[in-house]
């Protein structure tokens, strides 16, 4: 597993808008997007491109086009934020849909609904911007991996470092996020994290 935090000025000051307290839920879905924005540019960087030819008003040069549009996976609910970005920059992609419930009080993930069809040879981009245990992304990963994903890249926003421990042992696994926060507390919350993602990007309880 490769470990990518991603080191930005401009992430590092949308996150701490994200973690403030007083952060409306219109502003924190905004921020959500352009973080995500960036988080794409971030994860495709390593994308395969053939060589196209294209003529400018000038001469003919030679250009490049994108190949092997990953499939996009957001996690229900959290991961949705983080959708529209990843689709801004990547039209071409498929989207896959799955939905995770994290009991509370144990930290374990119950898989809720799946829109996953065969991944046989894909890439793929799994979305979710906490990683707390990694109860959510093992689940997924596995489930994932079961369908026949190639490469995975997982991004997130926010992640505890035993969550990242978990991870160590996928060895076609890309984890990406802004930040790799202190600790866990005793209710599986990330410290100093932002709090419940869906609730603030959702106005949840
Ligand atoms: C949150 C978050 C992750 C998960 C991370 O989802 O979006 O999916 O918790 O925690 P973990 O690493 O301990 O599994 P939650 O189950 O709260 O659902 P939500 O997205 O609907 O808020
Ligand atoms: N999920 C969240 O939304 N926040 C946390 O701190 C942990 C899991």
Redesign the pocket.
């Known amino acids: 597993m490769e470990t990518i935090e991603f080191e930005h000025p401009v992430a590092r000051s949308i996150l701490t808008r994200l973690r403030a307290l007083n952060t409306s839920s219109d502003e924190f879905n905004r921020l959500t997007y352009r973080l995500g924005f960036m988080l794409a540019v971030e994860a495709t960087r390593n994308m395969g491109t053939l060589p196209l030819p294209v003529e400018t008003p000038m001469e003919e040069t030679l250009g490049e086009k994108c190949i092997e549009y990953p499939v996009l996976l957001p ?5 949705l934020g983080l959708l529209a970005p990843f689709q801004e920059l990547l039209p071409e992609s498929p989207v896959a849909f799955i939905a ?3 009991d509370e009080m144990t ?1 374990e ?1 119950e898989l809720l609904y799946d829109s996953v069809q065969n991944l046989r040879g894909r890439d793929i981009m799994i979305l ?10 093992l689940s997924v990963i596995d489930y994932v991996l079961e369908k026949g994903a190639k490469k995975i890249i997982l991004i997130s926003i926010v992640a505890a470092p035993e ?1 990242i421990y978990k991870l160590r042992k996928y060895s076609n696994l890309t984890f990406i996020t802004v930040s790799i926060d202190r600790e866990l507390d005793k209710n ?1 919350f990330i410290l100093p994290g932002l709090g ?4 603030r990007l959702y106005r949840g309880e």
């Open positions: 996690v229900m609910r959290a991961g995770m419930r994290r930290g993930a979710d911007p906490m990683l707390a245990t990694a109860g959510t992304a969550g599986w419940d993602f869906g609730d």
